[in-house]
């Protein structure tokens, strides 16, 4: 009996031990509430709430009239003053933003639009298809370097029905009407008044302008009617002579944002007093080939060309991977990209050597090279990226048996060769154009005087550009765009590199996040608040 109790009486002793660790381990997960915890220690979290300034940096301007300022980091801040009649969404398709509805004739001659109702200027005037109309017809009487006069160049004529209607006339059929009617619209009542003031005009944007100092700074308020579509109160921008002092107010938070247009990866790639928002440009590279050039004027040596370039090397260590690798002159993020033909032309030495051989191309003399005559590379010094990828270029091309001969030159002299001819690569870019239109670069029309300086020239290429140009509605431009994009993989006129990334700065107080896109650095500023560190 004794024997049973001590058993029992263990066994009672052996639980309370377990209920015992159980309660202490129980207690170190659990907060205990008379602890006391240092307030600066912790994290309050970031309520997003209407007021604060953002602080930005421009160039000097001219004019705030957004239809004759010239000056692109001008135009970024002007965005957010005034709207546009179509903007582009995240695959660089044109959608309504003032319009409400429009009608293309179906012949592509005409596009008959319909504003939406209860657009209001700043001052609380209507918008109207009269300030369209008047828009218009500012931009065509503007010189050639404002930033949106490529806009009206189809724009024969313009006719307002009603109040809320306008009928635009082109002077030739095209598929890319609504993409260029991207242009910003300003008041007639206020640019035709005595009091217009070309620094001080009114817009329908997210905001008004509230004061201007030459030389000093611009200032941006929420507009009075969309106050509720935004948390920024108000958006100060220093003006600034170049990047060098953009870049030292951004350091010295002087400013809460940076648009670098020559971004140094390498530069900001470590850095944890900022915020960084990397995005895809419409900057392009490639290589171009001179078709007055024999050898190069034949596909298959073009294509052991492409095969001998490694692309993603180059991305890597030039680039730290911020560029975007493209077979197609398309953008990315477009909607009319060719998503199966982004990577045809892969890094291969190999295959490189085989399509020389099967074109019976030999090393009579054993020196390590096919007998092709030296290449010259052009390429413009001024550029260091470029002249280091060229450099890069030349040893791979060696590797397939290829000698290249590189044409370092200042940026006036490479004008110069390139428009006499006088090369057989070329190592450059281009700023594209959001509407996808290559008729400049790749018809036959272009070779003299025009922007097609590789001498390219191929009827069929010709056609699948017409067919582009032409097409009747968006099921038929992407079609004809595939077809496009398929011949421009085949013929290689360029070897497309990839399209440059470029990165947005923030320092910490700057909380949201941007929805950037070529052209378009404050796209979804709606998106952003300032919650200042202390």
Known sequence: MKKNKLVITLLILICAILLSSCNRETELDTPNPDTNVPNDTVKKPIVPTFGETLRVSIRNPITLNPLLNEDQSVDQILKLVFDPLFKFDSEYKPIPHLVESFVISSDNSNITLTLKENILFSNQEPLTAYDVKYSIEVLQSAIETVVYKSCVDNIQRTSVVDNQTLKIYFKQPYAFSTYYLNFPIVSMKDSMSGSYDPFKPIGSGLYEIEEFVSMQNLKLIASQQHKDEVYIERIEATITRDASVETNAFDQKLVDMLFPSKFDWFEHSDASNQKTLSYTTNYFEFLGFNFTNQWLNNVVVRQAIATSINRQEIADKQFLSEVVINDSPVHPDSWLSPKENQMVYKYDINNSKKLLNEIDIKDADKDGYYDIPTLRLLVNEENISRSKVATMIQEYLKNTGIKIEIIAVDKGTFNTKLAAGEYDLVLTGWKLSVVPDYTDMF????????????????????????????????????????????????????????????????????????????????????????????
């Open 443 to 534: 018809h036959s029309t272009q070779v003299q005087g025009g922007s097609n300086f590789i001498n390219y020239n191929n009827p069929v290429m010709d056609q699948a550009l017409r067919d582009v140009f032409a097409s009747a509605d968006d099921a038929m431009l992407y079609s004809n765009f595939q077809k496009f994009s398929n011949l421009y993989v085949q013929e290689l006129p360029y070897v497309s590199l990839y399209f440059m990334n470029s990165i947005i700065l923030t320092n910490n107080d700057v909380n949201g996040q941007l929805k950037p896109i070529s052209d378009n650095a404050f796209n979804g500023i709606e998106n952003l608040y300032i919650s200042r560190q202390e």
